[in-house]
Each structure stands twice: as C-alpha cells, then as structure tokens.
C-alpha cells in the first residue's frame, strides 16, 4: 500500500474566525507550512502530503455572503496548491438555494472538490428523522447535498458534538436512506465538554457507509473504535486551525503502541487512518507523496 499522509479536516481563513473567533487568520501558506513540518511517524520522519480543506465555518453562517464568495478564498488557495490541497465545500440549507448548490459541479473541475460538508449546529437545522416534524421537514434542506454526493461520486461530512442537532445517533436514519454515500461524522461528535463519541461508534458499528472522524477525540475513545468498527474506519482529521496539525495526529498513531497504550495496530493499519482510507473516499491520487 502507498503510505501517503492525508489530513482529511482543516479551515483556512484570513482574517479572524468571525464566529469562533479563533485567528488572527490562517492562511494558505499557514497550512502548506504546517504540512511541511517534520513528524515522528512510528520512528520514522514525515510530512502530510495532501490536505482536503474548508474555509471559514464562520462566514457561511452569517448570511452576508453568497456560496461562491463564502468559498472563494479557499478555492483560490486550492488552486494555488493543487497537487496537494483538495476542497471540502460547506453548504448551508438554510441560506442557500440549491441552484447555489449545484454549482459545485464546477468546482470539481477547477478546485479540486472531493467532499460536501454538512454543519447543522452552526446552520440550526436537525437531521431527517423518523418524526412527521421537524425530523422529516428537513428532507427538503439536507436531502438535496445527499443527491450530490451520490452524482459526483464523493463523501459528505457531517459536524456532530452538540446537542440537539449535531448527536451522532441522528445520523443513523439518512445512512440508511443514502447507503451508497460515505459519511464522516466529523470529530465523532467529541469536540465538546461531553463527548458522544461512543455514539458515533455505534453508528458506525451497524453502517457500513459511516467512517469516524479523528479530531478532539480522546485516547481511550480511539482505542475503543479500532475494537469496535476496525482502523479502516477511522479517518485523520486535525481541525487545524485551531487544533495543531502534531497533536491531533499524534493522538492516532499511538494507536500503533501496544496495550494500554494503544491497541498494537500494525504499521498498514495506521497508515489506513492517517491516509488510506480517505484517499480511496475521495479518489485522491497518492502514487508520489510529497514530502515522504
């Protein structure tokens, strides 16, 4: 297998995160740099080869800007970067139309786009669930980047951690409604005081279409989606910026020490988390990595 480093969740932006707030800025450059910075892998020093990367979460909320200018600068440093940087478009049901949607067709021609991602606690909408209201009411808002995904062949990526509308067990119905469109659930909905982490692995568990996004996730709860759902699906996400690049990856290559450390994950499997498995997601070429 190619041992090619991928990080699969990361935002660049720059001027300051006007919703987070987090910044002054990370730019482009910030995050080839980042990229670039020499990593202990199992003894052995690497680099992250390619990135799949989103703008500001921020600016697609505020209702101030159209799709294409909310993804502008990402898709300009994309483009720039092209044989490492890859798009993950954020799409916001409750500002944009689907007419705005559809011109990521596009950008899979000029802007490298190989993911759509969904953030229903930043854009205040649930999931599509069993209930007459609002669960099914919001098929008309999600259900159309759904049918994205499946035309173009790419995974969708779905923000969870918050309650109520970003639990990872809300997922588990339109899995089951798109069975052929891979789902990430981003940071297995640990990015908060309470984790749902263990949710997520149980999502993950009885789906053979959902994978586990990596970001803020404790040890202990990697250790326990490798047991419970195997490294195959579980996917390297940093969330950089704000998280570090380092650290977060880190957290998953102890996967590779032995127990109670880790789990004694062969050097194969980490590689699959850390690279394999979302390069075969989003057909991402890895014949030559960069900065091996």
């Not at 006007?18 to 020499?38: H, K, N, S």
């Not at 052929?180 to 659930?185: A, E, F, G, S």
């Not at 195997?230 to 969330?239: C, L």
């Amino acid at each position: 297998m190619s041992r090619i480093i991928i990080d699969s969740h990361n935002h660049i932006i720059n001027h300051r995160e006007p919703v987070w707030g987090w910044g002054p800025r990370f730019t482009g450059e910030d995050l080839i740099a980042t990229m670039d910075r020499d990593y202990d892998v199992m003894g052995e020093t690497r680099h992250v080869s390619k990135a799949v990367t989103m703008g500001s979460l921020g600016i697609t909320a505020l209702g101030d800007f159209t799709m294409a200018e909310a993804h502008q600068y990402v898709r300009e440093c994309v483009q720039k970067h092209s044989d490492r940087l890859y798009l993950n478009a954020v799409y916001n049901p409750r500002i944009w139309s689907v007419e705005e949607l559809n011109q990521v067709d596009q950008w899979v021609e000029d802007s490298n786009l190989v993911m759509l991602k969904l953030h229903p606690t930043m854009h205040n909408f649930l999931l599509p669930m069993g209930n007459p209201y609002p669960g099914r009411a919001t098929t008309k808002l999600v259900f159309p980047l759904f049918e994205k995904a499946r035309q173009l062949g790419i995974p969708v990526m779905i923000h969870m951690g918050e309650p109520p509308h970003s639990n990872p067990s809300s997922i588990d119905p339109i899995a089951r409604e798109f069975p052929d469109v891979p789902i990430i659930i981003a940071h297995s909905g640990a990015n908060n005081e309470i984790s749902y982490a263990l949710a997520a692995t149980i999502v993950a568990r009885h789906n053979d279409n959902v994978y586990l996004g990596s970001s803020w996730v404790q040890p202990l709860d990697l250790c326990e989606m490798y047991y419970a759902v195997g490294a195959s699906k579980i996917i390297f996400e940093s969330d950089c910026a704000p998280q570090s690049m380092g650290h977060q990856m880190r957290q998953v290559i102890n996967l590779h020490l032995p127990p109670p450390l880790g789990v004694g994950a062969t050097k194969d499997e980490v590689y699959d988390v850390i690279g394999g498995t979302i390069a075969r997601l989003c057909k991402i070429p890895v014949d030559e990595p960069v900065g091996a």
